[in-house]
């Protein structure tokens, strides 16, 4: 999406930078002619602009570094008896070096609009442990995380993303119904 974005606003800069070079002359005829080639250059670079910045998303999203797949949820206790979500992902490191869940992405759960607290301590279902292993390049891992629920009949929306500021990927994001 940013990239589309993007692309537009450098079709839009171009155009005004083709239309403010363009030579002034005392036809009219002439002038039109210009500002017609002017904006069928401009639309078609606009155009294959646009087929390079989607030519260049589906690729990074074929070749991204790290992929989360959704295994599924289910609906446990904390030692206090708070309802937890445990959601089980598919981690794969597609990077160059070994890499952690933890350190690679960013997860998030939300219900009712407000995020869920990931510091689920006491949960017989989860093992914190798991988002801090380091997976070599190539390699898949499945792990249990658990989010703090504020009941367990409202839907949650689960989003992951990666930890990379300049192409802060979504990795996934997916709404279930707990019921």
């Known amino acids: 999406m940013k990239q589309k ?12 930078a083709m239309a403010g070079c363009a030579e002034t002359t005392d036809s009219s005829s002439s002038q039109a002619e210009e500002t017609s080639a002017a904006e069928s250059s401009a639309a078609e670079s606009s ?13 990074a999203a074929e070749e991204t570094e790290f992929q989360v797949e959704l295994l599924g949820t289910s609906v446990s206790q904390d030692y206090e008896g708070k309802p937890v979500l445990v959601v089980e992902y598919n981690f794969t490191n ?8 933890i350190f690679a992405c960013q997860d998030k759960v939300f219900q ?14 989860i093992d914190s442990q798991q988002q801090m292993n380091e997976i070599q390049p190539g390699t898949t891992y499945a792990l249990k995380i658990g989010y703090h629920l504020q009941d367990t009949t409202s839907p949650v929306d689960i989003e992951v993303t990666s930890l990379d500021f300049i ?8 709404t279930v119904n707990l019921q």
């Open 5 to 16: 974005w993007i692309a537009g606003l450098l079709a839009v800069s171009m155009m005004a």
């Open 47 to 59: 155009a294959a602009e646009e087929t390079e910045a989607e030519d260049i998303t589906e690729a």
């Open 94 to 101: 597609n990077s160059d070096e070994a890499q952690s869940f």
């Open 112 to 125: 009712n609009g407000i995020e869920c607290d990931d510091t689920v301590i006491g949960c017989d279902d």
């Open 167 to 174: 192409n802060e990927d979504t990795l996934l994001k997916q």
